[in-house]
Each structure stands twice: as structure tokens, then as C-alpha cells.
């Protein structure tokens, strides 16, 4: 069994920034994809970024891009999010999953979740 916890979100001005880690179980973490998720109230679930297992490849949705850094400690079996220049839209739950073998950016590739992490950015 695969167990993810999300740490790190809260509260922060606009022009902010946010370290968000997700600790995983289990001893395959490192043979994974992972990948970050947001859900703002009312929206769906969207896509933020991914890593593949060896974290030399990373994707990242347009709207975080060149703002987000994914990365990955597979000797911790921890994977992070790092936020700057966080703004009020950036504001939802944000979710950690595990992945396939290679990048995927769609909710349904995605097996195990984490409890998600609250982040929230004030104007």
C-alpha cells in the first residue's frame, strides 16, 4: 500500500512563495512518475506539474511555468514543490500523486493521492 502526505501549504501575500513536500510510503516510490494537482473550490481538478521516476525529466502546465519547480528525493522518498511569485489564482488544494512509469498529465493516470495541502494566496 502507497501512502502519500502533503505538507508545507498555508497562507501567503501575493509575490509570496511556498515550499510544498509530499512524503511517500513503500518502496517503489522511485520507480514512479509523480505528479502535482490543484483543485480550487467549484473547479476540477487540474493538472500543475510532474517528474519522471528519476527526476530528469519535468513537465509543467502553462499557467505555473517558469513560477513552479517540481523535484524529487528518491533516497527520501519525497518529492517537493517549490512556488514563487504565487498569486490569488494559484489559491486551491494542492495534491500529490503517484504516476506510470513516464509523465502523464491526466487526473485518471494517476493511481494513489495524497490528503491534499491548502494553499492560500491573498491579494
Known amino acids: 500500500q502507497v501512502q502519500l502526505v502533503e505538507s508545507g501549504g498555508g497562507l501567503v501575500q501575493a509575490g509570496g512563495s511556498l515550499r510544498l513536500s509530499c512524503a511517500a510510503s513503500?518502496?517503489?516510490?522511485?520507480?514512479?512518475?509523480m505528479g502535482w494537482f490543484r483543485q480550487a473550490p467549484g473547479k476540477e481538478r487540474e493538472f500543475v506539474a510532474a517528474i519522471s521516476w528519476s527526476g530528469g525529466s519535468t513537465y509543467y502546465a502553462d499557467s505555473v511555468k517558469g513560477r513552479f519547480t517540481i523535484s524529487r528525493d528518491n533516497a527520501k522518498n519525497t518529492m517537493y514543490l517549490q512556488m514563487i511569485n504565487l498569486n490569488p489564482e494559484d489559491t486551491a488544494v494542492y495534491y500529490c500523486?503517484?504516476?506510470?512509469?513516464?509523465?502523464?498529465?491526466?487526473?485518471?493516470?494517476?493511481?494513489?493521492w495524497g490528503q491534499g495541502t491548502q494553499v492560500t494566496v491573498s491579494s
Open positions: 513503500g518502496r517503489t516510490f522511485s520507480s514512479y512518475a
Open positions: 500523486a503517484r504516476g506510470k512509469t513516464i509523465i502523464r498529465v491526466g487526473v485518471a493516470e494517476y493511481d494513489y
